[in-house]
């Protein structure tokens, strides 16, 4: 029989609506059931395409015996971290405080009011080296509910108070660029100069963090910034953490040198590193940078894209029970499709051997200059055979916050590599989180199947305007500018603390949990304060909002200093501090017709200006924005305004004197 969960929409919990575990879903009636009969709480966290939790619900959840021990002793709640990134975060902290590490799946026993007072992560079904069964977990911690009462209360107590202890923060500081140069040279202690990236095994993508690099390079006109950021980028796309044949990025690395990944695919993750790819192909000119930021937003369009225009989360790491089973071959699979020789050739350049590089099998990654032209011919029946095996498990909820990420992307990579059809998917996107995943001005945070019931966070609310930011500068449709006007003043009215002086991650009117989380740190994705800040920042000097930027700049002083100490923690904080501390490009191109606006785009595809404000226009429809007041097509010719730091040079109608003009802004700012 079916347990509570079989009516919800999050893939991950109807996974698990089929366990004998009398499974709820976080909400009054679990939370009721646990006061009203005084029984503790036990939390499951995970994700859908989580290995470990996966594993933990085949040995535990589906197990009778296990399952009638979590029915007898507990109120059992299982949650999507994805689709309840609040309550993640705060029992992730509990554990991490609790055990000194974290991850998923995450286990979290709790008082009927929510309080924690033990947990751990992923617990074998039997005792293993270091690690107690699951079986004798629950009943240690069921046994000391009753019989170690004030034990258990005083931790609960003590855990309670640590949640509600802030984050330290450094204290404010005037903007300089000394705060950038300060995060620079730490991040520099930590690059890995052999193999790119930061750290060791595991090895993960640091999209913000390459962006923060190839920003200071701009800046300071230092040439060390950028090869960091163009070997890492490099040593990424020949490696087999990005999938060769069909395009985008695995989650991490299990090495230091990209080779082996856990092989799920993250929507967040492919977003934000096709943009750190189109960056930089601008600032280096390498075409394999366009080529592979154009192969991972195919992928997303091919494979991660819903009937009405959302994109999904991930995909599993795992099909056919084995991790990369769908992405990985033998030399008897490639001789079977290819034939002998052609075969050979393949697996010399990519790799591919007897026993292979990852359990008997072989991950494709280039080991010739001329790997690629001899992949290119064979890629069609290889993407084929691979198409007929069995495909990882597709979590198909749409996250409005990794949606405003990835039509981010869409919509640059759209501009920069020319390609109308990405702009149109961009804009299908826009449309589609307007009309489904919006409650009046506030954006909800999941969509599937039709319903889209949860609040969104400030991560939602904040990657939208982002996303939306960039589909304008793409079609200048002042339509996005509305959408952008509405969403950034409930921002500020919904998850603005005037007392704190700070962005939250819930907004006012949210769920009253154990604390109001707060997470200011950059991880796998920007937190809602940097994406908050900045959007800020951009489109208030885009709309003339002065308050607007005096509040990001003013959170920018509170937080830039913490950040200079550990930029590990906050590329994407960093990048706003980076926007705050220039004085942006404002360029704005009147046009009578569309059709007239191409050749001043033209000029911006191959320059990289990432404090470049955009505005643009046609005939009579201009935007009521500051950038465009009392500007016209001169002559009825495009005409273009390009004003930086308080200058505005005179109009032109010559694209060719416009591009001179951007390249001497450029060259004065890395000089200075």
């Known amino acids: 029989m079916s347990n509570r969960l079989a009516t919800e929409t999050s893939p991950y919990l109807l996974e698990h609506a089929e366990n004998p575990v009398d499974w709820y879903p976080w909400g009054p009636e679990a939370l009721s059931r646990a006061q009203e009969e005084g029984k503790p709480i036990l939390l499951s966290i995970g994700y859908s395409a989580c290995h470990w939790c996966h594993v933990m619900a085949r040995e535990s959840f589906e197990d009778p015996e296990i399952a009638t021990l979590m029915n007898r002793s507990f109120v059992c709640i299982k949650v999507d971290r994805e689709e309840r990134p609040d309550l993640d975060q705060i029992y992730m902290r509990a554990v991490q405080g609790m055990t000194g590490s974290g991850g998923w799946p995450m286990t979290v026993f709790l008082l009927p ?20 069964s699951f079986r004798r977990v629950l009943q240690a911690v069921a046994e000391a509910f009753i019989l170690r009462k004030a034990e258990v209360l005083a931790t609960a107590s003590e855990l309670r108070n640590f949640l509600r202890r802030s984050t330290p923060i450094a204290a404010a500081e005037a903007l300089t660029p000394a705060i950038l140069d300060d995060a620079y040279r730490r991040l520099r202690s930590d690059y890995d100069s052999n193999h790119g990236g930061f750290g060791g095994a595991p090895k993960f993508p640091q999209p913000m963090l390459i962006d923060f690099l190839m920003r200071t390079s701009l800046r300071t006109g230092a040439a060390r910034p950028l090869e960091m950021a163009t070997q890492t980028l490099t040593a990424m796309a020949n490696g087999g953490i990005y999938d060769q044949l069909g395009g985008g990025f695995h989650r991490y690395s299990v090495d230091d040198h990209w080779l082996v990944p856990h092989f799920e695919k993250m929507l967040y993750d492919n977003a934000l590193l096709a943009r750190a790819y189109l960056d930089g192909w601008r600032c280096t000119g390498d075409p394999s940078f366009a080529r592979i930021a154009a192969q991972t937003l195919d992928f997303v369009v091919r494979e991660m894209t819903s009937p009405e225009g959302g994109f999904y989360s991930s995909l599993d790491a795992d099909s056919e029970g084995e991790e990369g089973r769908f992405y990985v071959w033998t030399p008897t699979e490639l001789r079977e499709i290819l034939g002998g020789s052609t075969a050979g050739r393949l697996a010399a350049a990519y790799g591919v051997e007897e026993g292979g590089n990852f359990e008997g099998r072989s991950i494709l990654h280039p080991l010739r200059d001329d790997s690629l032209e001899i992949l290119e011919p064979l890629r069609a029946p290889l993407m084929d055979a691979r198409a007929h095996r069995v495909r990882p498990h597709r979590d198909e909820k749409v996250l409005a916050g990794w949606n405003g990420l990835t039509l981010r992307a869409m919509a640059e990579a759209a501009l920069v590599l020319d390609r109308p059809d990405l702009g149109e998917v961009a804009t299908r996107n826009g449309r589609f989180l307007m009309a489904k995943m919006r409650s009046g001005r506030r954006m909800l945070r999941s969509y599937k199947d039709g319903r889209a019931t949860l609040p969104g966070y400030l991560e939602d609310q904040a990657a939208v305007i982002d996303g939306l930011l960039s589909l304008f500068s793409l079609t200048f449709d002042p339509s996005w500018l509305d959408h952008v006007r509405d969403l950034a003043e409930e921002m500020l009215a919904a998850f603005w603390d005037q007392n704190a002086n700070a962005f939250f991650d819930t907004a006012a009117d949210h769920e009253v949990l154990l604390v109001r989380p707060q997470d200011i740190t950059d991880n796998a994705v920007p937190s809602g304060t940097s994406l908050a800040i900045d959007v800020l920042l951009r489109a208030g000097a885009l709309l003339g909002k002065a308050a607007w930027v005096e509040r990001g700049r003013s959170s920018l002083e509170r937080l830039a200093p913490t950040a200079s100490r550990a930029p590990l ?27 007239d606006q191409r050749p001043f785009v033209d000029i911006l595809r ?62 004065v700012r890395a000089s200075t």
């Not at 309080?115 to 107690?132: A, I």
């Not at 002559?635 to 308080?646: H, P, Q, S």
């Open 606 to 667: 191959r320059r990289y200006l990432p404090n470049l404000v955009l505005a643009g226009g046609s005939g009579q429809d201009l935007p009521e924005i500051p950038l465009l007041r009392d500007r016209h097509a001169l002559e009825g010719r495009a005409t273009a305004y390009l004003c930086e730091a308080f200058v505005c040079q005179a109009p032109s109608t010559e694209p060719t004197r416009v591009a001179a003009q951007l390249d001497q802004i450029s060259a």
């Open 113 to 132: 009011d929510g309080t924690p007072f033990f947990g751990g992560t992923y617990f074998p079904p039997v005792d293993r080296v270091g690690m107690p």
């Open 569 to 595: 923690a906050f590329g994407r904080l960093l990048c706003a501090v980076d926007f705050g501390l220039a004085n942006p490009i404002e360029l704005a191109i009147v046009t009578a017709t569309p059709q």
